[in-house]
């Protein structure tokens, strides 16, 4: 399915350097904010009072919200758990309050504003239950790191595999470069938003590393700027049908998913937008810069030209 067929090859490569001097520079600027101003981390990392409130009725999370925030407790958590019944309510540790008084005073305010609400459970979550989930992400981030580069390593080659993984993980830190600029919440659904967009990013790369494959096979006589210029400009239809059909359904997640949904969503969009561009751009460039030949891919015999105007050529998505 294609949107438009583009006839001549847009000259990608060409402006590769300008396109990385963009990636790094934004780069830069997130890592420098990451360490001048640091991730705001949710309670799940820096431990606080966890409580599940029950009501006759659905609960209405805003009135739950704004009854807390009257109390002057902020970074406040408030989600449905179960049921439109149960609330879950997640606080940060606050000083010279204990766990207890924290809940109970709450609770108190919970019930001026609907008598119903009930305490089902209380707990306190320790700074050191944090660091295990602050941890535990890190190895998950690293897992899917790892794995990325062998898969690509083994289904195209190691320059692909390096390319890929560069442009996805300058994806992630400009995703953290944002939170921490912004000093926007990073929670559990964050860090699970960021692992999908690095396995969103390098779904699009093997696209075109695929395309890039089945060029060299076909075009024998294009050199391997023309190669890659080539695959960008043939997948720029699915690119963009792929892209925004995901961005409208996180779009809609981001603008009615309610505050439970926010960040994650935000981070997604962050994700798909910066992934287009190092996905397409960014990796291709890298592997041109790092000597990908035709030598590297193919291994047999290899096919006559074919024209190169024509949409079929190439991978298949």
């Given at each position: 399915m294609e949107f438009f067929k583009i006839h001549r090859d847009i000259p990608f490569m060409r402006h590769a350097r300008l396109f990385n001097l963009v990636s790094f520079v934004t780069f830069v600027a997130a890592v420098f904010f990451l360490f001048s101003r640091g991730l705001h981390l949710s309670v799940e990392f820096t431990g606080g009072t966890l409580m599940e409130v029950s009501y006759s009725q659905p609960a209405d999370l805003n009135v739950v919200r704004s009854a807390i925030d009257k109390l002057g407790i902020k970074d406040v958590q408030v989600q449905n758990f179960g049921t439109a019944q149960d609330v879950l309510i997640r606080?940060?540790?606050?000083?010279?309050?204990?766990?207890?008084?924290?809940?109970?005073?709450?609770?108190?305010?919970?019930?001026?504003?609907?008598?119903?609400?009930?305490?089902?459970?209380?707990?306190?979550?320790?700074?050191?239950?944090g660091d295990e989930l602050a941890a535990d992400g890190l190895k998950a981030l690293a897992f899917v790191v790892v794995g990325i580069m062998l898969y690509l390593a083994i289904r195209f080659e190691w320059k692909f595999a390096v390319a890929a993984i560069i442009a996805n993980l300058h994806d992630v830190i400009i995703i953290?470069?944002?939170?921490?600029?912004?000093?926007?919440?990073?929670?559990?659904?964050?860090?699970?938003?960021?692992?999908?967009?690095?396995?969103?990013?390098?779904?699009?790369?093997?696209?075109?590393?695929?395309?890039?494959?089945?060029?060299?096979?076909?075009?024998?006589?294009?050199?391997?700027?023309?190669?890659?210029?080539?695959a960008i400009t043939s997948t720029i239809s699915r690119t963009i049908i792929t892209h925004a059909s995901t961005q409208m359904m996180v779009l809609s997640m981001l603008l009615f998913g309610g505050a439970t949904l926010h960040y994650f969503a935000l981070a997604l969009t962050i994700g798909i937008l910066f992934g287009i561009y190092s996905s397409v751009f960014v990796a291709a460039s890298i592997a041109m810069w790092l000597g990908i030949q035709r030598e590297d891919l193919i291994k047999g015999p290899v096919k006559k030209d074919t024209d190169p105007s024509d949409p079929n050529a190439g991978a298949t998505v």
């Open positions: 606080m940060p540790v606050q000083k010279g309050t204990t766990s207890g008084q924290q809940s109970e005073a709450v609770m108190g305010a919970l019930k001026a504003a609907d008598a119903s609400a009930t305490m089902r459970r209380t707990e306190f979550v320790g700074p050191q239950v953290l470069g944002f939170f921490a600029f912004f000093q926007w919440e990073f929670s559990l659904p964050v860090l699970a938003a960021v692992l999908a967009v690095l396995g969103y990013s390098v779904n699009e790369s093997v696209v075109i590393f695929d395309r890039i494959r089945e060029n060299f096979r076909r075009y024998r006589k294009m050199n391997t700027e023309e190669i890659i210029n080539n």
